[in-house]
């Protein structure tokens, strides 16, 4: 079955780095889109970043543009996020997904969670 795991979250201090992976399987992954999505404390969905088949294809949404990179290998069959000048606003949980060619989210982690804080 499609399974999707997130790990790299963690706590950091203002200005710094992270990067999340996403370890697919249950699936050809060469084959899908795949997106970041995450959800702030008491906040709805935000989706980040979205990627295509070869990886030379990326979207981000605008607060992110510039500290965020998305990339993925298609060799380990994992998707990763960079996250360079990390905010306070940037505190949320981080969940990977699989998209249709429509990019609907049809597959999700569990998440990981980024928290931000000095």
């Known amino acids: 079955q499609v399974q999707l795991v997130e790990s790299g979250g963690g706590l950091v201090q203002p200005g710094g780095s992270l990067r999340l992976s996403c370890a697919a399987s249950?699936?050809?992954?060469?084959?899908?889109?795949m997106s970041w999505v995450r959800q702030a404390p008491g906040k709805g969905l935000e989706w980040i970043s979205g990627?295509?088949?070869?990886?030379?294809?990326?979207y981000y949404t605008d607060s992110v543009k510039g500290r965020f990179t998305i990339s993925r290998d298609n060799t380990k069959n994992t998707l990763y996020l960079q996250m360079n000048d990390l905010k306070p606003d940037d505190t949320a949980l981080y969940y990977c997904?699989?998209?249709?060619?429509?990019?609907?989210?049809?597959?999700w982690g569990q998440g990981t969670q980024v928290t931000v804080s000095s």
């Open positions: 249950g699936f050809t992954f060469r084959s899908y889109y």
């Open positions: 997904a699989r998209d249709t060619l429509t990019w609907a989210k049809e597959y």
């Open positions: 990627i295509n088949f070869g990886g030379d294809t990326t």
